[in-house]
């Protein structure tokens, strides 16, 4: 499951450069795509996965084009409700971080690969939908889409889906067993846990 995690997040962050100009979803994932792996393979690799620097550009490029506040809602699914306001500004800022960190990471081993962008479709509005990509680079292609939300007047990811699976469902199961077992608080400190390795 780490590897799945690990290339759904580098499909969603390899996308995620403030875009020139982009007219709509579609180009704001071209733009992105070519933007950010042009930054990223300009770095030097890191030999323990560490780097300064991409973190800077994951910071300064990527953390803006995703909605962590929604990915953190859907990912906490039902029990999203559960949390005080408090406590969803917590798990939005610790999931973020640890997905940042779990990028930061992964792509070193994945820098080489690249994103074609296939087509776009709704999903039941002009305000949301699916941009359809691959990565190419190594072997067969992977399929990855990307979901974006333009709710807010710019187009914002809120999932990516590489293969079928879903970054958002990858951990709503197990964010599901900490609120049954912990309470929301639970959540919180397993975030908290994994951010501080």
Known sequence: ??????????SLFVGAAAPALAAGPE??????????????RSLPPASNGVNP???????????????????????????WSKAS??????????????????????????RDMDVAVRSTRSNGSDADVTVRTQMVGRGSPTAIDYSLSNATGSWKVYDVQV??????AAYRDEFTALVSSDGVQGVIAALKKKNTK
């Open 85 to 110: 306001p408090a406590e969803q500004k917590q798990i939005t800022y610790e999931f973020s971080h640890l997905l940042i960190r779990t990028y930061s990471n992964a792509i070193n081993n994945l």
């Open 53 to 79: 620097q991409l973190t800077a550009i994951i910071e300064r490029e990527l953390v803006p084009r995703f909605d962590f506040g929604r990915i953190s809602q859907i990912a906490m699914g039902r029990n």
């Open 1 to 10: 499951m780490r590897n799945t995690i690990a290339l759904l997040l580098l």
């Open 163 to 168: 293969e079928g699976i879903s970054l958002v």
């Open 27 to 40: 180009d704001l994932v071209k733009t992105m795509a070519s933007e950010v792996t042009a930054s990223v």
